[in-house]
């Protein structure tokens, strides 16, 4: 993250920003962005007439000795089969956002967070990373049906701890904006229903969420389910 209101945009700054002359060095009002860097792999091998593979993905919230430091972590495992008449993709993931909580000491308010960035790494208030922010934990199990007509239908459920220290150092700039910040600790389930298809030429999706309990965040709270559909046209 680079720019924006109030910050610098010339070319030294850019420049500082892809060497990584960053986290403080000349000041923290003089650092030229928020940098983040994430590394992931995936292998997969066939499993008889199916296959099946498994995959990781680490995150480093700031830099230290020229590799990532303040890690976060994504893994998982996927794998098809072919059920009636249809193929299916399955899988089934954890991910951890509590910085160096998976292996060392947990840093909480520090994933996706800035000195500079107040409201972090979000954009109009949604998270640009992980779905469940900073400082969560969750697991997900979840299925694509993939028809013979092209339509494509996912089921996944989640089980989540979010904001796990009940900390936060989002500020709220725009009263305008719904920030989905958990506001304090909050544990659910997710349900998470979706079917996309073409339709007048183009493609068309639907969506439902489904949690057990109200979440709370740091712009109100939201309803226990929600719906959406949306039709893309290429040209």
């Known amino acids: 993250m680079i720019g924006g209101e109030g910050r610098p945009e010339d070319l030294g ?68 089969t072919q059920l009636i008449g249809a193929d299916q993709q399955w899988f089934l993931e954890y991910v951890n956002t509590l910085a ?53 239908a996912r089921i996944k459920a989640s089980y989540m701890d979010l904001n796990q220290d009940g900390g936060n150092r989002v500020e709220v700039v725009d009263p305008d904006v719904f920030y989905y910040t958990a506001s304090g600790r909050q544990r659910a389930a997710l349900l998470d229903l979706g079917f996309g298809s073409r339709f007048l030429q183009g493609w068309l999706n639907l969506s439902m969420q489904i949690s057990d309990k109200k979440l709370v965040y740091l712009s109100g709270q939201k309803d226990q389910w929600s719906m959406g559909a949306d039709w893309t046209y290429r040209f």
């Open 100 to 152: 160096d909580d998976f292996l060392g000491d947990p840093l909480p308010n520090v994933t996706y967070e800035h000195s500079q960035y107040r409201t972090g790494y979000r954009y109009l208030g949604r998270n640009m990373g992980s779905t469940f922010g900073g400082d969560a934990e969750a697991v997900t199990l979840g299925v694509f049906n993939f028809f013979d007509n092209g339509s494509v």
């Open 13 to 80: 700054t850019l420049w500082d920003a892809i060497i990584g002359r960053d986290n403080g060095q000349e000041g923290q009002a003089n650092d030229p962005g928020n940098q983040l860097g994430s590394i992931d792999a995936r292998y997969g091998f066939g499993l008889g007439q199916q296959s099946l593979g498994v995959y990781g993905q680490m995150m480093g919230e700031d830099e230290a000795g020229a590799f990532p430091a303040r890690k976060s972590w994504l893994w998982g495992v996927d794998w098809t």
